[in-house]
């Protein structure tokens, strides 16, 4: 029940293209979903997050679609670039129970994703 | 503004050899700190988490342990590695439980290598 399941592993997609990664949680209590972007070498950066009051959140380029009935949320990815060539994690956790191993954040798998020019 | 470090950058240790790697975070207190371990290629393994000095949970059992000296500071440390410690090692905060702050924010890491 405490994780967080991500698809697809690997992504290849052409410039200017959409990238889509889902992520599918289980636990009803998490309210809190961040997405993690991570270049080799480097340590993940936060990205974007959402928490269940809304269904979308937009930043720039990237949008995280929430559906809180499905218990399912997506990164996409607009206009996708090169530059955007990197491994992508989902995460979710309990604020509710901050502070104990509940309230810490579970990961997904990650997708390595490939854009190509 | 806060701002994490890790050193050091990298590491190459013999098999049976001591490990001291440590993370300092700057501009926050009493923040929650965080290990990671990642494999090559692989996801985020937590190891330990802590809420404050001297409080350390650990979330898998291992070769590994953690100290928290200073609010600011985190230690990973090894009496004597193995070739399986080989890795990318992450710390990361959060603020303290009084914020309730959901955003965690990782260190540049650390690469060891176990020979």
């Known amino acids: 029940q405490q994780q967080v399941k991500q698809s697809p592993q690997s992504l290849i997609v052409q410039k200017g293209g959409i990238s889509i990664i889902n992520c599918a949680y289980e636990?009803?209590?998490?309210?809190?979903f961040p997405w993690y972007q991570q270049f080799p070498g480097k340590g993940p950066a936060l990205l974007i997050a959402?928490?269940?009051?809304?269904s979308e959140k937009k930043e720039g380029r990237f949008t995280i679609s929430f559906n809180k009935s499905a218990k399912q949320f997506s990164l996409h990815i607009m206009d996708s670039q090169p530059g955007d060539s990197a491994t992508y994690f989902c995460?979710?956790?309990?604020?509710?129970?901050?502070?104990?191993?509940?309230?810490?954040?579970?990961f997904g798998k990650g997708t390595k994703l490939s854009v190509k020019p | 503004s806060q701002t994490i470090h890790q050193w050091p950058a990298t590491l190459v240790q013999p098999v049976g050899s001591p490990l001291s790697l440590e993370c300092t975070v700057e501009?926050?207190?009493?923040?929650?700190l965080y290990w990671y371990r990642q494999a090559a290629g692989r996801g985020l393994q937590l190891l330990f988490y802590?809420?404050?000095?001297?409080?350390i949970s650990s979330e898998v059992p291992q070769n590994l342990s953690a100290s928290r000296p200073q609010d600011w500071q985190f230690i990973l440390s090894s009496k004597k590695l193995l070739l399986s410690d080989s890795g990318f090692y992450l710390c990361a905060w959060r603020q303290g439980a009084e914020f309730k702050g959901s955003e965690q924010y990782f260190g540049p890491g650390t690469r060891l290598t176990v020979t």
């Open positions: 636990n009803t209590a998490f309210d809190y």
């Open positions: 501009g926050t207190s009493n923040p929650n």
């Open positions: 959402i928490r269940p009051d809304v």
């Open positions: 802590s809420v404050g000095i001297g409080q």
């Open positions: 995460a979710a956790s309990m604020t509710m129970n901050y502070g104990g191993s509940q309230g810490n954040l579970i």
